[in-house]
Each structure stands twice: as structure tokens, then as C-alpha cells.
């Protein structure tokens, strides 16, 4: 057998396994209870968890001994801790070795840097800038930004941006950092329930306060700079625009219980009405008029949507397919994943052979082929694993994590 043969027997039987494994280990698992996603819900009020670093864990997956842990979405807080469950089936009768390192697999995409910045501050990757700039954050104390950063993939260099100002009265740090038009967005919220918009120009200065909106006490779900202005939505629904340059918001006519999935398209439920429905179950363009309904087949359970495409699981697997109910492809991760893998293909999974685990693995569906994150695994107090899996950033383009003193930043636009 050459060696070609060889590489592509070996993604062949990741990829088998990878269907066949966590399909396993992620059935066995308890329900998460509703007095704790209930908890949840409410310390996103009291403290607003969609955190400046957009790259925080999204989710726990634990094996031999205790199964999953918490789905939290793309941009929330720490991973929670797992329950017990039931041990995992025994391991498969042929063993498998993990996929070949990430940075290996696509070179080109791949940088390893310093975690922290050379004064010792963590750095918090947000956002690409450019092909190798990176928006980066640090914080002053637990998610409250203190300055933001151009930070140089290519000579390690952390460059000031603007300093955060958290003004006296902030209930709800700032949020929801967006790149566009040369300058960086932001959201924070005070006591007396006005919200702020603010930017600064990325070649550096102090930051002004573009516009303000009262929205509900929950604060905004979802900002982006399009062009010449700044779009944004509430929480509790409806969406606004206000100029780039400075001035009044204006709300979009007839949005006012929309949710901003992606100019122009916003719908319903919202990312955090779960409790509703797969969040953007309907969506309108808000420019055209167009509308879309997500199809729902017997037997099935949808749980999230983009633009084009729904994620949901049915008869213990599940599967990425289009909005209208056709294309269906069965996901190499647990029942009920709520996240989309990004641009239908890049996808964030662990990878276990009964109850060894193996790696947390990128997995391109396109090409079938997966690299190692490098990610370890952490024993529980249980006798089982549990492994933390990365988020993307919300531009589907920035994949980032830490292992040891390294920060890993993938840019899947270079695969």
C-alpha cells in the first residue's frame, strides 16, 4: 500500500469513527436538568454571560464514566462541570490512533503564539482584522475589558488600540466587539437601562460613544457594522441601525420581535428563546421582504438554524442539512448539538473509542479530513474525562484556543 493509500485509509477510519463513537457516548447521557438551564438563563440577566472573548468553550464533552456536559452555544462563559451517567460502551474491537496534529494537517492555516502579551497579560482573541492581524481584548478583572489590541500574528506584537472605558453605574460590561468600516464596535448597558454603542478607529485613539437605545434589561444579542452603519438587535427583540459616524438609532419597521441572525436576515425565536423553538426557526430578509421556515421532518428535533442550514438530531444521530429539509449529512458529534458547523463544513468534535479518549478533533465535512487539536483531556472527579471544545467566532473565520503557553489561532478561510 503507497503511502497516499495509507493517508487516506487514516481519514477514512477517523471519520467512520468519529460517526460511529460519539454517537455512542453522547447517547448514553442524562437530560440536562431544567432547574439548571433555568439557572443559567438567569445569571445571563444578572450578569450578561456573552463574554468579551468569543472563543470560550462551547461546550464540555466527558467520557468513560460521565457523558456530556453543557451546550452553551458559540460565544457564552466557562465550560460547567458534567454529571454522572452511564459508562460508555466498551471500547471498539480495532483501536485507532488520533488524526494527524491540526497544524500538520492544513499548515497554511495554523499559527501558534504566546498566550500572553510580553507583560504577562492574557490575551483574549476576538476577531481577524486582517490576514495577520488579530482583534484581541484583556480584561481588568473577570469580563470587564480594559483594552483592546491589534495584535501581529507574524512578529508577536500586541499594539494598543483604544483602552475600554467602563463608565461609574455599568451593569452589563462591554460585549459583542465587531470589526468594519476601519473601526471596532461595541455594547455595555447602565444601571438606568440606557445602552451604549461604542467605537473606536482601529488605527488607535479614544473610544466615542456612538449611539444609545433603550432595549430591555437583558441588553442587545447580536451587533455588526454594515457599510456605513451599525446593526444591531435586542434581547427581548427588535431590530435598530444608527450611523457608524454618530447619531439616533432608528428601528427597522415591522422587527420588533426580531432577533439579528445576519444582515439582512433576522427572525425568531432568538439565540436565547430556546424555550420557544430552534432559534431562527423563521427569518425574514428585513431589505427584501423574503421569508424562510425551517422544515421539521417526523421523528426529528431541530435545534438551531443559519441562514441556509439547520442542525438538530434524529434516532440517536445528528445531522447538518438545508433549510428546506433536503441534503441531509449525519455530524460526527453528540445528539442535539446546537451549534452549526461553520459555513456548512468546518465542524469541533471529540473523538472517543469507547472509553478512551482519543482527541478534540477540527473536522472538515467537505473533505472528510480532521487534524488533533492538541487538546488534553482532564480527569474528573468521577473516574471519567472531560475535555473542553472550543468555539468559533461569530464571523465563522477565527478558531482559537490555549494549550499550556500557546495560543492556537486557526483561520479556516485559509482552507
Same mark, same amino acid.
Given at each position: ?160 488600540? =483604544?483602552? /475600554? &472605558?467602563?463608565?461609574?453605574?455599568? @451593569?452589563?460590561?462591554? !460585549?459583542?466587539?465587531?470589526?468594519? *468600516?476601519? #473601526? ?108 424562510? =421556515?425551517? /422544515? &421539521?421532518?417526523?421523528?426529528?428535533? @431541530?435545534?438551531?438554524? !443559519?441562514?441556509?442550514?439547520?442542525? *438538530?438530531? #434524529? ?101
Amino acid at each position: 500500500m503507497t503511502r497516499r493509500d495509507e493517508h487516506t485509509q487514516s481519514h477514512a477510519v477517523v471519520e467512520e469513527t468519529l460517526r460511529r463513537t460519539l454517537g455512542h457516548a453522547a447517547g448514553n447521557a442524562p437530560p440536562l436538568p431544567a432547574a439548571l438551564t433555568a439557572g443559567l438563563d438567569g445569571h445571563y440577566r444578572r450578569r450578561r454571560h456573552r463574554t468579551q472573548a468569543l472563543l470560550a468553550a462551547a461546550a464540555v464533552v466527558v467520557v468513560a464514566g460521565i457523558t456530556t456536559g453543557i451546550t452553551t452555544g458559540i460565544t457564552t462563559g466557562r465550560p460547567q462541570p458534567g454529571t454522572p451517567g452511564h459508562p460508555s460502551p466498551a471500547a471498539t474491537a480495532t483501536p485507532i490512533d488520533p488524526p494527524q496534529p491540526v497544524e500538520d494537517v492544513w499548515p497554511q492555516a495554523v499559527r501558534k503564539v504566546p498566550a500572553k502579551t510580553p507583560d504577562g497579560v492574557t490575551l483574549r482573541p476576538l476577531q481577524f482584522i486582517d490576514d495577520r492581524t488579530l482583534l484581541a481584548s484583556t480584561w481588568s478583572s473577570h469580563e470587564k475589558t480594559s483594552t483592546l489590541y491589534a495584535y501581529d500574528l507574524d512578529t508577536h506584537q500586541p499594539r494598543a488600540i =483604544t483602552d /475600554v &472605558v467602563t463608565p461609574k453605574g455599568t @451593569v452589563l460590561f462591554a !460585549s459583542d466587539f465587531t470589526v468594519g *468600516g476601519n #473601526r471596532v464596535a461595541w455594547w455595555s448597558m447602565l444601571k438606568d437601562g440606557i445602552i451604549q454603542i461604542s467605537t473606536a478607529p482601529l488605527s488607535g485613539g479614544a473610544p466615542e460613544v456612538t449611539t444609545t437605545v433603550r432595549a430591555g434589561e437583558r441588553g442587545l444579542d447580536h451587533v455588526e457594522i454594515v457599510g456605513d452603519r451599525i446593526v444591531f438587535s435586542a434581547r427581548a427583540g427588535g431590530v435598530h441601525t444608527a450611523p457608524l459616524s454618530g447619531g439616533p438609532a432608528s428601528p427597522v419597521p415591522d422587527t420588533g420581535s426580531l432577533h439579528l441572525l445576519s444582515w439582512p436576515w433576522a427572525g425568531t425565536p432568538g439565540l436565547y428563546d430556546r424555550a420557544e423553538g430552534p432559534p431562527f426557526a423563521k427569518i425574514r430578509n428585513v431589505e427584501t421582504g423574503e421569508t424562510r =421556515t425551517a /422544515v &421539521v421532518h417526523d421523528g426529528e428535533e @431541530v435545534t438551531t438554524c !443559519s441562514v441556509a442550514s439547520c442542525a *438538530g438530531h #434524529r434516532e440517536g444521530k445528528s445531522f447538518l442539512r438545508s433549510r428546506d429539509g433536503s441534503g441531509r449529512r449525519d455530524l460526527p458529534d453528540s445528539p442535539g448539538t446546537r451549534t452549526l458547523p461553520l459555513h456548512d463544513r468546518f465542524h469541533v468534535t471529540s473523538l472517543v473509542d469507547g472509553r478512551r479518549f482519543i482527541a478534540v478533533a477540527l473536522y472538515d465535512l467537505r473533505t472528510g479530513r480532521s487534524g488533533d487539536l492538541g487538546i488534553k483531556a482532564e480527569p474528573t472527579e468521577h473516574g471519567g474525562y472531560a475535555v473542553s471544545l472550543p468555539g468559533f467566532d461569530r464571523a465563522g473565520r477565527l478558531l482559537a484556543y490555549t494549550v499550556g503557553k500557546t495560543l492556537y489561532v486557526i483561520d479556516l478561510s485559509k482552507i
